[in-house]
């Protein structure tokens, strides 16, 4: 199968490109790559094929575009705190980005889009855990938009026959997450601690997130490629809600380094508490179990450590 | 209380200007006058102030929106078939400038914004009827914008404080509603007919719509009135399913001139069949009930007959 993955050199999309080059497919990637080399890839050179270019720009995305069965869509210049206080920048950078863009794939003839939207900000507050048919209640710009996207994707589906598959991730953690964008709090802690930082910590015992270890994520969202006229969405977490302070302790007895930390009042644009009931997925995985917490943090603290200098 | 009424001079909106200046109001309507008259507020000159400008111009908005303690917002550019094919006119004019609005009310100090969504478009395909707990699936560019809009209105109250109602206005219909706009099926006949025109019904016995009288309309939504601090989401129809035939039959025992119609299928830019529950606001107003579709089909038809010459 012929994949486009867009944002293919980004923490998630990496994973997926990993994941879909060991399940022999042949893959392109889209991507800034601001220094022309893509680090996060680079095990993959030769073997799959790059294309630098500006999503924003028609004429990039179109080249890009020709001749695939299937696009995996992980662009994104956008993250629910940087928008809180600026929701028009979501309209253009997210909404109306998307959309041109899917516009240019229902006239490149591409089958199908895969959405990673988001398990942490389309629900809002609810009583948890939260299914697929629970009403979404966004408060953020960034959740807004990411459901908007979704309709849009719906829309597209309707008229144009074009089909998607949608994702809502919950936290995903793991290596090449970034350390320096306000989303990851566990490559964030890792990157304080390996400053020799104090790690600030938002929130208290009352905000649950659902951790899921970008390999799971990136296996899971594989899904897609078994029926490219299907359409549908997916909550993709691991069901467990774990607590700031929970994941605290999990540092304490992981990470080998000694480490400060102070702790303050939930910001505003903290999301909600969010446990993410995702059988709907799990269910066509027989025997899929997902990782454990403890035991990948542990993996992530290493990787971290090992790639430290180079950040 | 000091009241502005966004497109005020329009169907919905001049109706609400009717009901609130019976209830003793102070009402500043604000709209484009394109031809420095107002004829749905002729009977309202002198009794209430006008302010002429364009929605989108920030300047013409501020001074509006000075003092208000509540604005209603009908300033519609976009219709459900305008935007079936450019998804990106519902981006720009409708919820890029609706944010651009609630941001400037905002900082004017506005208490509250009462907010006219889509009941015929928010919802998309459902088991009918529908009530606010419904998970939406809007399929049309509007409904999907008039849900982003209701999700920005919940921003702004989580983050600034201000309160919003929301009405998912059915088919509203009665004197005033446009004849060259591809919305209001029941004015686009009248004027047809009168226009000595075959009427064109699309669709069959299978699409229902839900039709609320203009002033029973206007008359709910001056619930909002009654606490300014309060916000929420309220179907707003009769709770009725009316087939295209069924309306073709009242019109055949109403309209009393000959008339000639043309079956056609169904567009891919008509919205889904739609019957609203709307016992939430209903609720709020004991003893009332909707008004007959009949009876003030027959009135509406005397408004047509009347004003024809005039349009």
């Not at 089909?163 to 936290?171: E, H, K, L, Q």
């Not at 304080?192 to 930082?197: K, R």
């Not at 302070?245 to 303050?264: A, G």
Request: neutral net charge; proline residues 5%.
């Amino acid at each position: 199968m012929n994949i486009l993955v867009l944002g293919g050199d980004g923490f998630i999309g990496s994973h997926v490109v990993d994941q879909l080059v060991s399940m022999g497919h042949e893959i392109t990637v889209f991507d800034r790559f601001p220094y022309r080399t893509s680090r996060n890839l680079e095990h993959h050179r030769g073997g799959i094929r790059f294309i630098s270019g500006e999503f924003q720009n028609r004429n990039d995305l179109v080249k890009a575009l020709s001749e695939k069965d299937i696009v995996y869509h992980f662009v994104s210049a956008t993250s629910p705190a940087e928008s809180w206080n600026d929701p028009l920048i979501e309209v253009e950078e997210s909404i109306r980005s998307s959309i041109m863009f899917f516009e240019l794939a229902v006239r490149q003839g591409v089958k199908k889009i895969v959405f990673p939207s988001s398990g942490g900000t389309v629900y809002g507050p609810q009583n948890l855990p939260v299914d697929e048919n629970t009403l979404p209640r966004p408060l953020s710009p960034y959740g807004i938009a990411k459901l908007t996207t979704e309709h849009f994707l719906n829309y597209f589906r309707v008229h144009y026959g074009i089909a998607s598959d949608i994702y809502r991730i919950g936290n995903p953690y793991g290596s090449r997450q970034p350390v320096m964008r306000p989303q990851g709090v566990i490559a964030v802690w890792m990157h304080e601690i390996l400053n020799g930082s104090e790690i600030q910590i938002y929130g208290d015992n009352t905000t649950l997130r659902d951790y899921i270890y970008i390999k799971d994520v990136a296996y899971l969202m594989s899904h897609s490629l078994i029926n490219l006229m299907s359409s549908d969405v997916y909550n993709l977490g691991s069901g467990v809600g774990t607590s700031i302070m929970q994941l605290l302790n999990i540092f304490q007895q992981v990470v080998d380094i000694p480490f400060q930390y102070r702790i303050h009042e939930k910001r505003p644009s903290d999301n909600s508490s969010i446990v993410l009931d995702s059988l709907k997925l799990m269910k066509l995985f027989p025997g899929f179990r997902c990782q454990k917490l403890e035991e990948r943090i542990e993996e992530t603290w290493t990787y971290f450590k090992t790639t430290f200098h180079k950040t």
